[in-house]
């Protein structure tokens, strides 16, 4: 992996790192409807792999076994910085996982706690992601669109990427 790859996926890593909820986009079965619910996501690991809890009797469970292909969309709105990751993911029901990635927060969906075994992990083995980092002050902002109604040019007020990460 170039070193510039390096950089651009540890970009995405930090630009997700103070965010605790996304949206989980799956699709299910062939010409199902997109189905987006908003999820904590416990962790993100260097490599780009994604974990989050759900139950194993779930719909989500049923419709990444239809389909694996995912979307997780990431908002910050404050600081005005927004991830989108797909992947492919897979249900891991691995206790000793779960209990290592366990935080009592969760006890308030899954009250039977980590050794419940409805409790599992959906792990997103993140392939592409694309990102908007814009700047949040609320200045700079102003200023770009200032500039854009001056100039007729759009604005650019911050950076817009994608990357490959599979």
Known sequence: ??????????????????????????????????HARPMAYRKCEDDGDLWFFTKKDSRKVEEIGADPQVLVSFADPKKQNFVSITGRSEIVADRARVKA??????????????EDDNVVLIRVRAEHAEYWDTPNSVAVVAFGYLKALATGKPSRAGDVGKIELA
């Open 1 to 34: 992996m170039s070193d510039d790859t390096e950089a651009d996926k540890r970009r995405i890593l930090d630009l997700v790192a103070g965010i605790d909820y996304a949206l989980f986009t799956t699709r299910g079965s062939e010409g199902a409807p997109l």
């Open 101 to 114: 990635l366990w935080s009592e927060i969760y006890r308030t969906w899954f009250p039977g706690g980590p």
